[in-house]
């Protein structure tokens, strides 16, 4: 696609290291474009509010040849620059105060995505916050509903992974440019996320990863989706940052309750303290929300398949009631203990729930109903 003047005046000033989202929107607002504050003199500049001297030498440095570099760093990636002003642009961004005047996707974004939800938890959960992630994700896929995250470690990966298995539709916010890959051992879901949804960065493409990154892209979480769903979070977890950006954007906040005893329940439980709604599963989230809740009934109607659950017999059944009680899952000794199924008979009952996919394994030969 072509860039107009306009477009490339504002990925100039994007790619300047200290003007954020904010100070761009009121520069814009001020000069009347981007290619006007490109136009502007070090006097007019640095009589603006929150404009240095060295920041006004700055934006004289700002070329538009520097915009064309980036997009062709873009395209190399398969990627494309996406400017505030372009149609293209998803309109719910548009709901944050500091808005990212460029994202960079790579993938595509399409309309049945603004019937989404962000989400989010902790880097190092539980076994059963993996298996309420997984879950509530294939619940959501399975109802056509785009979720959102941010790649990371933890929740994100299985919530990512969880809507591609079910065949849904996933976006992941990334922390850094899209040249780079984080973490490292992600960089294949990456690639199937964005065959299958979209990867979204504000950064420049070869931004690299950053602490301080994280809890700006969050807020761009929030604004895709329609709620925020925090799963497990300890009370200083970005989940948490995520939450209140939802909040401030005027959007639904959920949470999963979780163990009393875990740290990672803290999160949620605080935030239901606070009136975050209760998420038991999908459809509590989906029926609260009005347009999404008549796009799922619509969807319903015309697409839904009938579905059997697989027929088991005796010795399937006994274990599939075991390890229905226990939320963070039973190991393989346990089972045997409580079924009595010589070794044999129950690795091969395992395998059959794990391929009719109502069982999950764990690390350290553990077991966990996919619910």
């Not at 509530?136 to 969880?162: C, K, P, W, Y």
Request: proline share 5%.
């Amino acid at each position: 696609m072509g860039y107009s003047d306009e477009q490339l005046a504002i990925i100039a000033l994007h790619i300047c290291q200290d003007i954020g989202p904010r100070r761009l929107q009121n520069l814009m607002a001020h000069f009347g474009s981007a290619v006007g504050v490109l136009a502007a003199s070090e006097g007019e500049l640095t009589h603006t509010e929150g404009i240095t001297p060295n920041l006004a030498r700055q934006i004289l440095r700002a070329k538009c040849a520097d915009a064309e570099k980036e997009i062709v760093r873009a395209g190399k990636a398969g990627a494309r620059i996406v400017t505030c002003v372009d149609a293209s642009y998803p309109a719910e961004l548009k709901n944050i105060a500091s808005y990212p005047p460029v994202i960079c996707v790579l993938g595509d974004i399409i309309a049945d995505d603004l019937l989404s939800v962000a989400l989010v938890g902790t880097r190092r959960p539980t076994a059963y916050g993996r298996n309420v992630a997984e879950t509530f994700a294939r619940q959501f896929a399975n109802e056509g509903v785009t979720t959102i995250s941010g790649l990371a470690r933890g929740i994100d990966t299985e919530v990512h992974q969880a809507t591609l298995a079910a065949g849904g539709r996933t976006i992941a916010v990334l922390g850094n440019g899209l040249n780079h890959h984080y973490p490292v051992e992600n960089r294949a879901l990456g690639e199937r996320i964005a065959a299958r949804g979209a990867l979204v960065s504000e950064f420049p493409m070869d931004f690299p990863p950053d602490r301080g990154n994280f809890p700006r892209r969050n807020r761009i979480i929030a604004g895709l989706a329609l709620a925020t769903l925090v799963v497990e979070a300890d009370l200083k977890s970005g989940a948490l940052i995520t939450a209140g950006f939802a909040l401030e954007q005027g959007k639904d906040v959920f949470a999963v309750p979780g163990p009393v005893f875990s740290k990672y329940s803290q999160g949620p439980h605080n935030l239901l303290r606070q009136g975050a709604q209760v998420a038991e599963s999908a459809a509590d989230v989906i029926s609260a929300i009005q347009p999404m809740a008549e796009w799922c009934a619509r969807r319903s109607r015309v697409q839904e398949l009938p579905r059997t659950m697989p027929l088991l017999d005796d010795s399937q059944q006994n274990v599939l009631a075991i390890l229905s009680q226990e939320s963070e899952g039973m190991s393989i000794d346990r089972i045997g203990g409580l079924t009595k199924l010589a070794v044999g008979e129950l690795a091969q009952c395992m395998l059959d729930l794990e391929l009719k996919g109502l069982v999950r394994s764990l690390p350290g030969r553990m077991y966990i109903v996919k619910r």
